[in-house]
């Protein structure tokens, strides 16, 4: 199991915004799919956005449609997610990881759970006026 290096996270105000990054290896670059969960206290862990390793074609879960956008940087084997207009319902905590079967495991978490490849150390997104 690799080691996925995360940053980014921290507080902002509603409409805010934030970044987050998160360094692969070149391996898992090229052949998984990666992105990140998230884990609000009292609810159970969501696939939040995925970038596809074929196409670079992303997946967004729908209550961040339009105000997360997730890209990569291939030479640096790096994915970002920038996260705009934050709403007090994306406080949770947020980790990247890797999915060997593209990113399905992000759309079908509770499918797909155990197929997860690497996943980072997690950081806290904090919302609040």
């Known amino acids: 199991q690799e080691q996925l290096v995360e940053s980014g996270g921290g507080l902002a105000q509603p409409g805010g915004s934030l970044g987050r990054t998160c360094a692969a290896s070149a391996y898992a670059f090229d052949y998984y799919g990666i992105g990140w969960f998230r884990e609000a206290p009292g609810k159970e862990r969501e696939g939040v956005s995925c970038i596809w390793p ?76």
């Open 54 to 129: 074929n196409d670079g074609s992303a997946w967004y879960t729908d209550s961040v449609k339009g105000r997360f956008t997730i890209t990569r940087d291939k030479g640096k084997n790096t994915v970002y997610l920038e996260m705009n207009d934050l709403q007090v319902e994306d406080t949770a905590v947020y980790y990247c990881a890797t999915d060997p079967t593209g990113c399905f495991a992000f759309q079908y978490y509770s499918d797909y759970e155990g197929s997860l490849a690497s996943w980072g150390q997690g950081t806290q997104v904090t919302v609040s006026k």
